[in-house]
């Protein structure tokens, strides 16, 4: 990541739903990161159709954090995946970092993904299943559970990666423009399909074991969302049978 002058070297797009009670921590934490490591980015918060004044929280600290913070909004809630789509639309970054508004991964595990992007790879997935992962809080054993299935379908049918599914993922610019201008779905499959646009484009994929922890108000509704998330990887199937992802 050779950066130019005037160029920021990062961009750190979060989406955020009803999160006014709780971002404003996770900012700071993510402003005092970057403060520390002198590096030249923004942040990228994209209000996904929040009606607890989410944005508003997000300007009212945004002067205090000594870094750039831009709100898009999304109009309406339309669902994570269009809201991160929104977001890497935005991002003017050389590198793009996906992050969950929880911090669920801590920002500081960006030192172990930005290597390998700087040597060659132009995706890097955070990931809680390789050997080195470090769960701190574990998820409750139902959601362990539904997110073990979700992993075994989406290796079957659609990419094989360890964990589709953490919120925690690292793009070269030019692989997120690529590769979010094609994305079909805003619900929870939707890192399903980004991770098997990555391979269907050709962009090197890399893994990195990272520290995480379940963090309570999930905006997960259990039942509903595993069989809309399960259908949404036969669509990725579909949709790359019918020529959708060509351009």
Known sequence: MAQSPGHLRLSVVVPAFNEAGRIG??????????????????VIVVDDGSTDGTAEVVRRIAGELAIAVRIVSCGRNRGKGRAVAIGMAEARGEAVLMSDADLS????????LLPHLENGAQVVIGSRR?????????????????????????????VDV??????????????AR???????????????????LAHRLGFAVAEVPVRWRDVAG???????????SALGLLRIRWNAFRGRYER
Do not use: N
Not at 105 to 112: A, G, K, S
């Open 130 to 158: 390789l050997p080195g992962a470090d769960i701190e809080v574990r998820q409750p054993r139902l959601r362990q559970m539904m997110g073990s299935v979700f992993t075994m379908l989406t290796r079957a049918l659609v």
């Open 218 to 228: 999930t905006r997960v509704r259990r039942s509903r969302d595993a069989l809309v």
């Open 178 to 196: 690529a590769i979010f201008s094609r994305l079909t779905l805003d619900d929870w499959s939707f890192d399903a399909e980004v991770l098997f």
């Open 162 to 175: 360890t964990d589709a599914t953490c919120g925690f993922k690292l793009f070269s610019h030019d692989a």
């Open 25 to 42: 921590e996770p900012l700071r934490r993510i402003a005092a990161y970057l403060r520390a490591r002198a590096l030249p980015a923004e």
């Open 105 to 112: 991964t801590p920002i500081e595990e960006l030192d172990e």
